[in-house]
C-alpha cells in the first residue's frame, strides 16, 4: 500500500510537472534575471559614483589653484560621464562661477540652466538660480530674473534673494519695491554679517520712502 501510495504521488507530481514545469523554469529564471540585474545595477552606481568622486577631487583642486582651464575640463567630463551622480550638478556650479570670473557669461549661463534642470539637491539648486537670476540682471532680462528668485527655496537663502531683488529693482528704475526688497534682506540676514551692512549701504542710498 505504501509503494502504491509514493507511485501515485511520483505520477500526481509528474503530471504536474508535465503541465506546470515550463511556466516554474520562466519565473525562476526571469527571478534569476532581475536579482542579477538588480546587483549589476547597484555594481554600476557604485563604480560611476567612486569615479566621479574621482574627477570631483580633481576639479577641487583646479578650483584651488584657480586654473579655470582644469575646471573647465574637469566639470565637462563629471557632466559628460556622470550626469547621474551629484557631482556632476556641483561640478558645474563650480565650473559656472569661473566662467563668470572669467569673462564668458555666456558659458556659466549655460551651466546654471543645465544646474537647475538637473539638480536634485536644494542648496545647489538654489545657489544656482541665484547666480542665474544675477546674469539675467546683467541682460536686463527682468522678468525671468524675478521669477527665479520667487520661485521657492530654503530659509537659509532669504537674505541673498531678497538683497538681488532689490537690485533688479534697482535697475527698473523701482525705488519702493527695492526699499521693500532691501529691508526684507536685512530682516533676513545675521546681524554679525558683514554682508548685512552692505545691504543696508544700498538701502540708505535709495533716501526715504517717499
Request: charge should be neutral; glycine fraction near 4%.
Amino acid at each position: 500500500m505504501i509503494d502504491l501510495e509514493e507511485q501515485e504521488q511520483v505520477d500526481a507530481l509528474k503530471a504536474w510537472w508535465k503541465q506546470n514545469g515550463k511556466t516554474v523554469i520562466m519565473a525562476v529564471s526571469v527571478f534569476i534575471v532581475t536579482v542579477a540585474g538588480i546587483q549589476g545595477w547597484r555594481v554600476y552606481q557604485s563604480n560611476q559614483a567612486r569615479q566621479a568622486a574621482a574627477m570631483y577631487s580633481q576639479l577641487e583642486n583646479a578650483e584651488q589653484a584657480k586654473d579655470t582651464k582644469k575646471i573647465r575640463d574637469a566639470a565637462g567630463q563629471l557632466i559628460e560621464k556622470y550626469a547621474s551622480t551629484p557631482y556632476a550638478a556641483r561640478a558645474a556650479l563650480i565650473s559656472a562661477r569661473a566662467n563668470y570670473e572669467s569673462g564668458d557669461a555666456k558659458s556659466a549661463k549655460a551651466q546654471l540652466e543645465w544646474v537647475v534642470s538637473h539638480s536634485k539637491e536644494a542648496p545647489v539648486l538654489d545657489m544656482a538660480r541665484l547666480r542665474l537670476a544675477g546674469i539675467l540682471l546683467d541682460e536686463k532680462n527682468f522678468v525671468e530674473s524675478i521669477k527665479l528668485l520667487n520661485t521657492k527655496h530654503e530659509d537659509t537663502y532669504d537674505g541673498l534673494y531678497a538683497d538681488l531683488l532689490g537690485d533688479v529693482m534697482v535697475a527698473q528704475g523701482k525705488a519702493e519695491e527695492a526699499r521693500k526688497a532691501y529691508s526684507e534682506a536685512i530682516q533676513k540676514t545675521d546681524e554679525k554679517s558683514p554682508f548685512r551692512k552692505y545691504i543696508q549701504i544700498k538701502l540708505d542710498s535709495l533716501g526715504e520712502a517717499k
